[in-house]
């Protein structure tokens, strides 16, 4: 079983930064791969960024690359989601996902825990 707190959600404007972390608790993080998705308001949950379980093969939706960047820190079970240059269509519920494998993937039904989610709404 793992659990998965997202946290580093807030408000900016356009053109601006913000840090998305995501803890792990429980066994053998350090062997899943991670990911990101999104939820905006009257949209399906999609595709941010993905990150194997060294660290070493990310994937990143297209909306996102060159402006996000997917990183994982094992030792202290953490996952992050650094979000530059941020628009007002990347306002959404951000949410971690663990899945029972060491590569990344791009649909939510191939991860097996999620977290609760944490808001960033970009304002133009």
């Known amino acids: 079983q793992v659990q998965l707190v997202e946290s580093g959600g807030g408000a900016v404007q356009a053109g601006g930064s913000l840090r998305l972390s995501c803890a792990a608790s429980?066994?053998?993080?350090?062997?899943?791969?991670m990911g990101w998705f999104r939820q905006a308001p009257g949209k399906e949950r999609e595709f941010v960024a993905s990150?194997?379980?060294?660290?070493?093969?990310?994937d990143y939706a297209d909306s996102v690359k060159g402006r996000f960047t997917i990183s994982r820190d094992n030792p202290k079970n953490t996952m992050y989601l650094q979000m530059n240059s941020l628009k007002p269509e990347d306002t959404a519920v951000y949410y971690c996902?663990?899945?029972?494998?060491?590569?990344?993937?791009?649909?939510?039904?191939?991860?097996?825990?999620w977290g609760q989610g944490t808001q960033a709404t970009v304002s133009s």
């Open positions: 996902a663990a899945r029972l494998s060491s590569w990344p993937a791009r649909r939510p039904y191939e991860y097996a825990y």
């Open positions: 429980g066994r053998s993080f350090s062997s899943y791969a």
């Open positions: 990150i194997s379980f060294s660290g070493g093969i990310t």
